[in-house]
């Protein structure tokens, strides 16, 4: 046993077997089995569960939670998720069951969320670093040491993150990423700059920007601080598109004031466009389904089509090659006819025509003549009948 199924499917498995059990039917490790339920939120029987089961003793069976936002509902056993295996056209033409429907509204998850996330601060001073930081700022000072040790000056032996807009960038991602990672959210920056950023929520990725916003003309990107001050604005997206050049959502310094007093809300509303993101998918698959599922209904159809056209046309010729041959048997009877009226003639002609011929040639020559009307009549060799026959196991 392995493939597709839902948390609810897998959670009735694990509360009916041990763990053990389950892994050696789906052939699977059993602690791939247990890591697959941490990873979608299933619970599993506590240790000693089963021997108390069987004892008679009471036993407490733990509900399964609510799917979290971004998770997906669906479990590919033995494989992680973004390996999921394309269905198979016998699956494609099997029942497309419901459309895809979700309990909760999206303003109810919104709620759920901000419960979760609670309060997000971005202190000057990041006393508790999230992990994605601490190697930024690790390669950052590998780079600090490189140039300092190293005789020649290249820069790419240069620290990114001195200026002060970089350390920003840094508290505001660092707070950003602790605060999804309440909800599940595992972030990924790359690039030497820390340009590229994306942040899994459990199998959903969002993928954002934090830059500079842009600007056009001679228009100044400086904003006013509350102290009457300037400083250099940020702006962070939500983006989406092969480039990452659409923007879904986005925060920028400025009237509402600084990135710093709104990261609570933004935390927010990434978890929340993970768990819209994560829909969108599963409607956009359904319709997928749908279609494809049409188109190979269709193909089947035209295939039944092209063989029953193939099929007539393979009878029409049949018959037609019955009709010729019986036609050219009929020639033939009419030639093995004309030559005994021939051979009659012959003979007739030298008895009563004096036609000089001895008795042995005119017998050699007729017995020849004849046996070549019997070769040809498709009476006298039954070749009428063979060919009846033939045609009828070609028929069948």
Not at 26 to 51: D, E, H, Q, S
Not at 114 to 129: A, E, S, Y
Not at 270 to 279: F, K, L, Q
Not at 285 to 312: G, Y
Request: aromatic share 6%; with cysteine; hydrophobic share 40%.
């Amino acid at each position: 046993m392995t493939g597709r199924m839902v948390r609810q499917q897998l959670y009735e498995l694990v509360w009916s077997a041990p763990i053990s059990e389950l892994a050696t039917r789906f052939t699977v490790a059993a602690p791939t089995l247990k890591g697959t339920c941490i990873k979608f939120n299933i619970p599993v029987p506590p240790r000693g569960y089963w021997a108390k089961l069987q004892a008679g003793k009471p036993t407490h069976r733990a509900a399964l939670p609510a799917r979290a936002p971004g998770m997906s509902d669906e479990i590919y056993l033995g494989a992680r998720y973004y390996w999921q295996r394309t269905p198979s056209n016998e699956e494609l033409l099997g029942p497309l069951g419901e459309p895809p429907a979700f309990a909760e509204d999206i303003a109810e998850v919104r709620d759920r969320i901000r419960k979760i996330i609670g309060k997000v601060t971005v202190g000057r001073v990041m006393t508790l670093q999230h992990r994605v930081i601490s190697r930024l700022l690790a390669d950052d000072e590998a780079r600090r040491e490189k140039q300092t040790t190293s005789p020649y000056a290249f820069s790419w032996h240069k620290p990114v993150f001195d200026s002060l807009l970089e350390q920003r960038r840094l508290r505001l991602l660092n707070a950003l990423f602790l605060a999804v990672a309440r909800c599940g959210g595992k972030p990924e920056v790359r690039g030497d700059q820390a340009r590229e950023i994306s942040i899994m929520v459990h199998q959903t990725t969002i993928a954002l920007s934090l830059d500079r916003p842009k600007v056009s003309g001679r228009k100044s990107s400086l904003a006013k601080s509350s102290n009457g001050g300037t400083f250099d604005p940020l702006r962070l997206a939500i983006v989406k598109g092969y480039e990452r050049d659409q923007e879904q959502a986005a925060w920028q310094d400025g009237d509402e004031g600084r990135l710093e007093q709104r990261m609570s809300d933004i935390a927010v509303e990434i978890v929340t466009a993970a768990e819209v993101s994560y829909r969108e998918g599963c409607t956009r698959h359904f319709e997928w389904r749908v279609q494809r599922k049409a188109q190979l209904e269709q193909d089947l159809r035209q295939q039944r089509l092209e063989l029953e056209r193939r099929e007539r046309e393979r009878q029409e010729k049949l018959a037609q090659a019955r009709i010729d041959r019986l036609l050219a048997e009929a020639a033939s009877l009419r030639n093995a006819a004309d030559i005994r009226a021939y051979v009659r003639a012959a003979e007739q002609a030298v008895e009563c025509e004096g036609i000089a011929a001895s008795a042995d040639e005119l017998a050699h020559w007729s017995s020849w003549a004849l046996a070549q009307a019997d070769r040809i009549d498709p009476v006298k060799n039954r070749q009428f009948l063979q060919a009846f026959e033939e045609g009828d196991s070609s028929e069948n």
